[in-house]
C-alpha cells in the first residue's frame, strides 16, 4: 500500500508525491465553471448590478451549461463538455461528475442537481466571487441587464437630464429607442 497519509485536499503517496483529493479536484471544477467567461456573461444578462445573482441562478446556469440538449438529464458525457469547454481537464469533470452522482446511476436529473449536497455547498462557498466577477462585467459593460435604470445610465448622465440631446427640462422627446421624459422636475 503506497498511501502514507490522507486529507480532505491531498494524498501523499511512500514515494512522497501528493495528489489531490477527488473531491479538491471536483471542487476546482467547479469553481473554474463558475469563474468561466459562459457562466459569467449568462449571470450577467440575469442581474443587475444593485440585485446580483442568486444561487438559484448559479444552478440554473450551470445546469444549461451541461444540458446544451436540453433534456431532463445530463450525464458524464455532458459534464466532460461543460468542464472542457472552460478549459478544465477530463480528470475534474470527472471528479465532479462523481460527486454530482454519487451512487453511480449513469445520469442526474435536474432535481438531483439541484438538491445535490456537494453542489449547494459550492455554489455556496464561491456566490460571493461569482457575485464580484458578474458585478465588473455589468459596470464594464452598461446595459447588458437590461432594467430601465440601465438604460438611462448606460449613456451617461447626460440622457438623465435630457441635455445631450437638447431638452430642456420640461419636453419630451424622442431618442435612442425610448422616449425621454424629465422625471425629476
Known amino acids: 500500500m503506497t498511501t502514507v497519509s490522507s486529507t480532505s485536499s491531498a494524498t501523499t503517496t511512500a ?10 479536484t471536483a471542487d476546482k471544477a467547479v469553481k473554474l465553471l463558475m469563474a468561466g467567461n459562459d457562466v459569467v456573461q449568462s449571470l450577467s444578462t440575469q442581474s443587475t448590478r444593485w440585485t446580483p445573482p442568486t444561487s438559484a441562478q448559479v ?3 450551470l445546469w444549461a451549461l451541461f444540458n446544451v440538449n436540453s ?4 450525464t458524464q458525457s455532458d ?6 469547454a472552460e478549459g478544465g481537464t477530463i480528470a475534474e469533470a470527472n471528479a465532479l461528475w ?3 452522482d454519487p451512487n453511480n446511476n449513469g445520469a442526474v436529473s435536474a432535481t438531483q442537481f439541484v438538491n445535490s449536497p456537494y453542489l449547494a455547498a459550492q455554489v455556496q462557498a464561491n456566490l460571493s466571487a461569482v457575485q464580484t466577477t458578474v458585478a465588473k462585467v ?31 427640462g420640461n419636453a419630451v422627446g424622442t431618442g435612442n429607442n425610448f422616449n425621454y421624459f424629465n422625471l425629476f422636475v
Open 98 to 100: 462523481k460527486q454530482l
Open 59 to 61: 444552478f440554473s446556469t
Open 79 to 84: 459534464v466532460q463538455s461543460g468542464v472542457n
Open 138 to 168: 455589468q459596470l464594464d459593460n452598461p446595459g447588458t441587464s437590461n432594467t430601465v435604470l440601465d438604460a438611462f445610465s448606460s449613456g451617461g448622465a447626460d440622457i438623465l437630464s435630457g441635455a445631450a440631446h437638447g431638452y430642456n
Open 15 to 24: 514515494t512522497g508525491t501528493t495528489t489531490p483529493s477527488p473531491t479538491a
Open 71 to 74: 433534456t431532463k438529464i445530463i
